[in-house]
């Protein structure tokens, strides 16, 4: 699932909630030219604060593995 954070002029912070049932969930920023590098791996936990650029996305592949997460823009 790819989340796209709000296009304003600034940088965009994010808070990044995951509960996962079993394994873990590989967190990627994407940017607008449509490239991906990994920020991190995580099971259950939070990721605050995490900053963007205007224009990046969030990309959350749980490879497989079931669980839950919200993302909350500020």
């Avoid at 002029?9 to 920023?29: E, H, I, T």
């Avoid at 791996?41 to 490879?63: T, V």
Wanted: contains cysteine; hydrophobic residues 30%.
């Amino acid at each position: 699932m790819t989340i796209e954070a709000p296009r304003v002029g600034a940088p965009v912070y994010y808070r990044l909630y995951l509960r996962m049932d079993r394994g873990q969930c590989k967190v990627s920023r994407v940017t607008p030219e449509h490239e991906a590098s990994e920020l991190f791996r995580m099971g259950k936990g939070f990721m605050s604060p995490g900053r963007l650029s205007p224009g990046d996305s969030l990309r959350l592949d749980p490879q497989g593995n079931p669980g839950e997460y919200w993302v909350r823009f500020e």
